[in-house]
């Protein structure tokens, strides 16, 4: 079945740390997406990519990096400049020339210990 | 700027019992409105979108929504709620040709046996 895996699950990382969160989809969607949850707050868009080797800030990206290197891949990368990292990681994909909705992965919890 | 609201933080229903889960967006022209629903440390699963024509759109699971142009309004609604229904619940917004969707900050169900 097509979709889009996130991994690791959870993610437990010591501070001044870089940790990077996979994002692979093979549903040949275009555009992917990382998104931020925090209770209380809905989701907050970190960075998006409509095309491979392209890829834009979002509202949130500062201290977050990203590459889109292959189609099926959009990496997140969470640098130690990022303040407050403890949250729920959520990656998204939406085929180009339609916006037919979001297709959601399973979610990465980034914890900082 | 687009924005989305839900006024509810949190809604306790009884099973069996009806529901509606308000949702309000900020947008200058018809935008693309959806509605998700996401379990504990899970994704997001859609649950119905509105592009266009008729305002009442019927989704999965039995939910459906309606559009309101004049109250800005899209409400998510279910004649008889389910125990398996307890979940958070997201609207979303996404203005037309672009795929960055802007997120309220949900709505948690709880359903009483």
């Known amino acids: 079945d097509g979709g889009i895996t996130q991994s690791p699950k959870y993610l437990f990382r010591k501070e001044g740390q870089n940790v990077t969160l996979s994002c692979e989809q093979n549903l040949n969607h275009d555009a992917m997406y990382w998104y931020r949850q925090d209770p209380g707050q809905g989701l907050r868009l970190i960075y998006y990519?409509?095309?491979?080797?392209?890829?834009q800030k979002g509202d949130i990206a500062e201290g977050y990096s990203v590459s889109r290197e292959k189609k099926e891949s959009f990496p997140l990368t969470v640098t130690s400049a990022q303040k407050n990292p403890t949250a729920f990681y959520l990656c998204?994909?939406?085929?180009?020339?339609?916006?037919?909705?979001?297709?959601f992965g399973s979610g990465t919890r980034l914890t900082v210990v | 700027a687009q924005s989305v609201t839900q006024p509810d933080i949190h809604i306790t229903v009884s099973e069996g019992a009806s529901l509606e889960l308000r949702c309000n967006y900020s947008?200058?022209?018809?935008?693309?409105l959806f509605w998700y629903v996401q379990s504990p440390g899970q994704g997001l699963q859609l649950l119905l979108k509105y592009f266009s024509g008729d305002t009442l759109v019927q989704g999965i699971k039995g939910f459906e929504a309606e559009f309101k142009r004049s109250q800005s309004s899209f409400n998510l609604r279910k004649p008889s709620v389910h125990w398996s229904d307890a979940a958070e619940y997201f609207c979303?917004?996404?203005?037309?040709?672009?795929?960055?969707?802007?997120f309220g900050t949900g709505t948690r169900l709880k359903v009483l046996a």
């Open positions: 998204a994909s939406i085929p180009a020339g339609g916006n037919y909705g979001y297709t």
């Open positions: 947008y200058g022209a018809t935008p693309y």
């Open positions: 990519s409509q095309i491979v080797n392209d890829f």
């Open positions: 979303a917004v996404a203005t037309s040709g672009t795929y960055k969707y802007i």
